[in-house]
């Protein structure tokens, strides 16, 4: 299996270096992911579970997805392209919109994230080598999940979701 190639950043988000997925994660070396809240047109939210063989935040939920930033791509070459790898989903860069950027630092992550969000009603394909388990909610539901099972969530959705009221107003 070919190993994943990441861009290593500064806290202001440039481009230092390169390093394996792994090394970034065991070295606590920064890069860059992407997150999507996926929106159906009644305003729910895909929300994901994902596969207990993931090796970080095995069987966590999630945002709609999530993904590292390859070396040389940017946050929007990333978010369709794994659009595509997840769910099955060919998108246009028009069809998302960059809410937020962040960052983590939470466990093997070191992160500085772009989040995205993009409605959409077409037919999804989870991967399920990816994805345990994937369907729409409320944006209600999901704050009541988040609640009642913190420590059941990828921390990056934690962190999108507590900005909620920047989501609910391009809705």
């Known amino acids: 299996m070919k190993k994943e190639v990441l861009d290593v950043v500064t806290p202001k988000d440039e481009v230092i270096g390169t390093a394996s997925r792994e090394e970034c994660h065991k070295e606590d070396l920064r890069h860059r992911g992407v997150h999507i809240f996926l929106f159906d047109y009644t305003g729910k939210v895909l929300m994901q579970k994902r596969s207990k063989t993931k090796d970080a935040f095995p069987g966590y939920y999630e945002a709609s997805l999530s993904e590292h930033v390859k070396k040389d791509e940017d946050y929007l070459q990333a978010a369709i392209r794994e659009l595509k790898e997840e769910l099955g989903i060919i998108a246009k860069k028009e069809q998302l919109t960059e809410l937020l950027k962040f960052k983590m630092l939470f466990g093997k992550e070191h992160e500085i994230i772009t989040h995205f969000t993009m409605k959409y009603n077409g037919q999804i394909k989870p991967n399920k080598k990816e994805i345990e388990t994937c369907g729409f909610i409320t944006w209600e ?31």
Do not use: D
Not at 150 to 158: C, D, G, M, N, S
């Open 141 to 171: 539901e999901l704050g009541r999940m988040i609640n009642a099972m913190p420590k059941k969530f990828h921390p990056a959705t934690i962190i999108a979701w507590q900005k909620h009221e920047i989501v609910k107003n391009i809705m």
